[in-house]
């Protein structure tokens, strides 16, 4: 097509969009491109703005390295990964009631089999011992058994042991299998939120905004058996105070938990080394029947120097 109008080349586009012989494909290119001119359209896109555009996207890739992955950074800080998630996952779409959540730029395939009840401390880290109960179930409440739960989280001084070389290799993460009764036990250190980084385009993005970068604090959970949707989920403190501001939009009311606090002056710990405060919690996540495959894990090595926590306020 000769073009002669703004419209002739939204045109000339989706026409050869239509051309894909895949039906997904088709369907996928369609959609995108009409939605991409509308935004043109309805941003009244200047030339500049367009090259600032195309610019700050190069800079999320540039920006991706095996330990760390600003692009995914970028899809959460914009709600998408909280969009994908909750059109895709059974009870999300209406009424948020699904225990799925998001992957996140930090799961690492390979965290250590740990035994059940297991520490997944595995270099000294600060913070109150916090005694993990968790429960996989279908959607009847029925056990799902030999299920593997990668468990993962930062440290209380707000950083994956991938980003911080004073944490021992898989420090925060493990692998557990679920019992007869779909059950695992774990013990960790009670999770404080972190700052997302901000040296690179979503820390523009996030300063424009006037937005702060911290997320609450969570442990990440992803629920693993053939025949079953493989789920991805986090579990929030319900006591963090950003609870309504995470950065990455991932808070649901379903993943919310309260951590119950205990003492070993009236509470024997279930570990006997726990001296003074000590925290339980107890979560069942809820898995559907479907495909079992994994992603691609994000990241999938070690920073040398942790980034620079770089905390942004969010004025009232
Ligand atoms: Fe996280």
Redesign the pocket.
């Known amino acids: 097509m000769i073009i002669g109008s703004p419209d002739d080349v939204t045109a000339a586009v989706l026409a050869e969009a239509a051309r894909a012989p895949e039906a997904r494909t088709r369907e996928i290119l369609a959609a995108g491109i009409a939605h991409l001119h509308a935004f043109v359209r309805d941003a009244r896109l200047t030339e500049n703005e367009f090259r600032h555009l195309c610019g700050a996207i190069a800079r999320l890739g540039q920006a991706t390295t095996a330990s760390h992955n600003e692009v995914m950074l970028a899809a959460g800080s914009l709600g998408v990964s909280s969009l994908v998630c909750l059109l895709n996952n059974r009870g999300g779409a209406d009424g948020g009631g699904t225990t799925a959540n998001l992957m ?3 799961w690492r395939a390979g965290a250590p089999r740990t035994a059940d009840g297991g520490s997944i401390v595995r270099s000294p880290t600060p913070g109150d011992p916090v005694f993990v109960t968790a429960w996989v179930r279908d959607a009847a409440g029925r056990a799902v058994a030999d299920a593997e739960v990668d468990v ?3 440290s209380p001084e707000g950083y ?1 042991e991938n980003q911080d070389p004073r944490q021992a290799d898989m420090n925060l993460r493990g692998r557990f299998v679920t019992d007869a009764d779909g059950r695992i036990r774990f013990r960790t250190v009670k999770p404080a939120g ?1 700052p997302v980084p901000v040296d690179g385009p979503v820390g523009a993005l996030l300063r424009a905004q006037g937005r702060h970068n911290l ?1 609450p604090a ?1 442990l ?1 959970f992803m629920i693993h058996k053939p025949g079953w949707k493989t789920q991805f989920s ?1 579990v929030y403190s319900g006591d963090d105070p950003n609870l309504e501001t995470d950065a ?1 939009f991932g808070v649901t009311r379903a993943l919310i938990a309260h951590y119950v606090a205990h003492d070993t002056a009236r509470e024997a710990a279930p570990d006997a080394d726990v001296r003074g405060r000590w925290y339980s919690l107890e979560r069942r996540f809820v898995v559907e029947p479907g495909d079992a495959a994994l992603p691609a894990p994000p990241i999938t090595g070690k920073a040398d120097t942790p980034p620079a926590r770089v905390v942004l306020r969010r004025p009232a």
Do not use: E
């Open positions: 996140g730029p930090f993962w989280h930062a994956y972190y997320r969570h990440h986090q990455q």
